[in-house]
């Protein structure tokens, strides 16, 4: 008898055990109770689906064709099309899209190069104490936003902060970083650097999960470790690469606390920090028009969704799979 | 050194086993320093923090004082205090205690001989620099303790975090068994719904949902901090189903003959084989629950009794924007709880945040 029939049979002892043989119903064969068992485990993120996912994503969709407020919930009208329409004329709405805009264009590639040449760093089997500087490098995503944002606008202050004082000391002007419209954005993707942490581990597992067979049969080949790096790292990393590259998309289109910490919340300078979602924040809670805020979000939902089909849809040009070749 | 190993260091093309050796370690040397300066620009800002916690705010309004934590140094001349400034005498500038000021020329005395002659400099003292001594200053700590109702907010954030911690790593244990080791009709797909909702933008069910917690009476309360989180999270369910699906199923089996049901299974078999991803599961969340900053913002902005550490220092930051060595030394005050946990545990986090990106 081999071991899956034991197993099957020792099922079918514990769903009989009950009592005397008799037409047995669904829940009373092994597969049944399975699938019952199966479900009574899964069943608190059903429900969680229901009520936290599925019910709230239907409900925002229709909430955005109201005026829903929380002052009058009893007044709430369908409006149609209006607040979608009332989008693409309000001048908070397209500032906030070119803000993220803007700020998406300075961090998201220093994103990528930075967590990408941290991981070569301490990948490379020449550095001593490659753990030490792992851990250290890593560390700083885990210091609560709140507060690395507060240490950063204290390092950047253009007349008592560190950064600005080494700058004149070399001789270059220190901007305004945290006041101008123009620095604000380097400088937030500054504050950025200290939340690449995870990406650099996962390009670091990337890295080291590519075959070093590769690299000898280029090494014999004559090849430097630049061409190396383009011809066989780049090609073998890229599904990690591209995962980083949805994740920070999708965390870039949600940029809050940053912006909210530096100005409470005002988006000063002159909204150039009126970032997408604090302009949903201020309209749905501070200015209790929920409705409009639930098409913010939705339009906030469609161009995350839409940015991610582009990105996989040009993936097919330059990420390369290996096992669908073998 | 000898004459043969001195001519081994000068010839680094020389062929000899020692040269390449020392080559070798020349060049991991060198990328270490690079590391070393790399990481210091990295951490800079953090060296900035705990310099300007331990200053005196006095300290960042003097022209002239140095960047460390100091204290102007002070001299006592016949029962009363004086500051001392570096006087430039005789091409040589010393440290002495300014008595009397006046305008084209002032009275000095030397600290280390206070009986002495008096020391007549010519010259503005405004145009002195003050003497500094190292001395760090943990007022800015106690005060912003205080000020902030640190011990409140502690536990606040503390409780928090423990609470939707235990919900959410219960409620993900549970919901990962169920998808590693049951078949029931449909169980691909829902998983696959399960993997689509890591990507949803929150805001896309936000209002909805604090409306419902508002209609509650939940508003001002941890409940909408919590009670979410009783209902498993797909991130840390995908986490511990892939740990869950690599034990074997033999384990389950043998216990199953034994007697055992489908709850005892995953108490005396799934759960003590699965620790390291148990042990990643529970710091996530934590770490996530500790930083927070949206859902806390949502609901407790208006509840100092009740709020976490980043909705108070915050609201602090807006109070205090001026005192940026009171703000420095609460952000200190505010991360020092989860890097100790970090470096306590780094070894099983780290690994999970590799499992998790690389086995998507």
């Known amino acids: ?326 | 050194m000898t004459a043969q190993s001195a001519s081994r260091l000068r010839s680094f093309s020389d062929r000899s086993p020692v040269s390449r050796s020392y080559r070798r370690f020349l060049g991991r040397a060198s990328l270490t320093l690079f590391a070393v300066v790399l990481l210091s620009a990295y951490l800079l800002p953090l060296l900035y923090m705990i310099t300007t916690a331990l200053q005196q705010p006095e300290q960042r309004t003097t022209a002239g004082a140095p960047i460390y934590p100091a204290a102007p140094v002070t001299g006592v001349y016949q029962g009363e205090t004086y500051p001392i400034y570096q006087v430039p005498i005789d091409g040589a500038i010393r440290d002495l205690m300014l008595v009397v000021k006046g305008r084209e020329s002032s009275t000095f005395v030397d600290p280390a001989d206070p009986t002495g002659t008096l020391i007549e400099w010519t010259g503005r003292w405004r145009t002195l620099d003050q003497a500094w001594t190292f001395s760090p200053d943990t007022a800015n700590f106690t005060t912003a303790w205080s000020q902030l109702n640190f011990p409140r907010l502690l536990f606040n954030t503390a409780a928090i975090a423990v609470l939707s911690t235990l919900a959410a790593v219960v409620s993900s244990a549970l919901v990962a068994y169920g998808f590693a080791r049951f078949r029931f009709p449909g169980k691909n797909m829902l998983f696959v719904v399960l993997i689509a909702t890591i990507i949803l933008p929150f805001q896309a069910t936000l209002i909805p949902t604090y409306i419902i917690f508002v209609k509650l009476g939940w508003n001002g309360t941890w409940l909408p901090l919590i009670v979410p989180h009783l209902f498993a999270n797909a991130f840390n369910v995908f986490l511990l189903r892939q740990y869950f699906m690599s034990i074997p199923r033999e384990l389950d089996e043998a216990a199953m003959i034994d007697g055992a049901g489908p709850f005892r299974i995953l108490r005396s078999v799934i759960l003590p084989g699965a620790v390291p991803a148990l042990t990643a599961v529970t710091l996530f969340h934590f770490f996530f629950s500790w930083n927070d900053f949206f859902v806390p913002l949502l609901y407790l902005s208006g509840k100092p009794d009740l709020q976490t550490l980043p909705i108070g220092i915050q609201q602090y930051n807006a109070l205090y924007v001026s005192e940026p060595t009171l703000i420095q030394a609460a952000a200190l005050m505010t991360m020092i709880v989860p890097v100790i946990v970090f470096f306590l545990a780094q070894r099983s986090f780290m690994r999970a945040v590799v499992i998790t990106g690389v086995e998507k």
């Open chain 1, 1 to 326: 008898m081999t071991r899956q029939d034991m197993t099957t049979q020792a099922r079918s002892q514990l769903s009989v055990r009950s009592g005397p043989v008799r037409r047995r119903r669904w829940f009373q064969t092994p597969s049944g109770r399975e699938a019952a068992w199966g479900v009574v485990f899964i069943s608190p993120w059903l429900i969680g689906l229901v009520l936290f996912v599925a019910g709230p994503l239907i409900a925002s969709f229709v909430l955005s064709f109201t005026d829903f407020n929380l002052v009058h919930p009893e007044a709430v009208q369908f409006v149609g099309l209006d607040n979608y329409a009332r989008m693409a004329s309000d001048p908070n709405v397209i500032k906030s899209l070119l803000v993220t805009l803007r700020f998406a264009i300075v961090s998201i590639p220093l994103t990528m190069v930075a967590s990408l040449g941290f991981a070569v760093l301490v990948n490379s089997p020449k550095l001593f104490a490659r753990n030490v500087f792992r851990v250290l490098f890593y560390m700083p995503i885990q210091i609560p936003l709140v507060a690395s944002t507060l240490v950063w606008i204290g390092f950047l202050n253009t007349k008592t902060g560190w950064l600005d004082m080494i700058l004149r000391f070399v001789g270059l002007p220190g901007p305004d970083w945290i006041n101008s419209e123009t620095w604000i954005y380097p400088a937030l993707a500054l504050i950025g650097l200290w939340g690449v942490g995870n990406f650099m581990l996962i390009n670091l597992a990337g890295l080291q999960s590519v075959p070093t067979e590769l690299y000898e049969a280029a090494r014999i080949d004559g090849a430097g470790p630049g061409t190396m790096f383009r011809r066989i790292t780049i090609p073998i990393m890229s599904p990690i690469l591209l995962y980083n590259l949805v994740i920070c998309l999708i965390t870039t289109f949600q940029y809050f606390t940053q912006a909210y910490v530096l100005t409470n919340g005002r988006g000063d300078p002159n909204n150039a920090t009126l970032f997408i979602n604090l302009d949903l924040f201020r309209e749905a809670f501070q200015f209790n028009h929920l409705g409009y805020g639930a098409a913010i979000a939705w339009l906030l939902f469609v161009i995350v969704l839409g940015l991610t089909l582009v990105l996989f849809a040009f993936a097919r040009k330059w990420v390369y799979y290996g096992g669908s070749e073998t």
